[in-house]
């Protein structure tokens, strides 16, 4: 009688509920601007990615808070943020709370680095979290951007 009423007690795990696990991300990234509105720019993603496969989805590159570091001259202040659909559907969103990203380069094209926060998604990525590690290329007058990630995330 005593493990019944102890049975009852204890919580029992909603079919909702599972085992999250921290998995490594590799992937390659294109993204393309395809609008802007102010300082904000609208730009297109496909690329593949591991427990993604080949994925689409949408960035919004926010300059609003622009600024030069003085003490390494690049270029802070960007903001990012969007939606990755995976090859089933499955969602992931990322940003805008990322540690930074740095923009550096002669001109309208250079090199960018920073890292991005995964903050929840859909399907299996339901509730997931993790952190994306990025470095590439970006040309403004072509209006296109490549690069690579490296990271983890939890799902």
Not at 2 to 21: D, H, K, M, T, Y
Not at 42 to 58: K, Y
Not at 78 to 84: A, D, E, I, K, S
Request: hydrophobic share 35%.
């Amino acid at each position: 009688m005593l493990s019944i009423i102890l049975g009852f007690a204890l919580p029992a795990q909603s079919q909702g509920e599972r085992n999250q696990v921290e998995r490594p991300v590799k992937g390659t990234f294109y993204a393309t601007v395809v609008g802007s509105i102010g300082p904000v720019e609208e730009l297109a993603i496909t690329g593949n990615a591991t427990h993604f496969g080949n994925l689409t989805g949408t960035m919004f590159f926010d300059k609003t808070n622009l600024g030069v570091d003085p003490t390494t001259m690049k270029l802070t202040g960007v903001t990012t943020y969007g939606t990755l659909i995976a090859a089933n559907g499955d969602q992931i969103d990322f940003g805008p709370d990322d540690p930074g990203m740095f923009i550096t380069g002669p001109g309208p094209s250079g090199i960018i680095t920073g890292s991005t926060v995964i903050s929840s998604g859909t399907g299996r990525f339901s509730d997931c979290t993790g952190m994306i590690w990025m470095t590439g290329i970006f040309n403004m007058g072509e209006d296109y951007a490549s690069w690579t990630a490296d990271g983890w995330i939890k799902y």
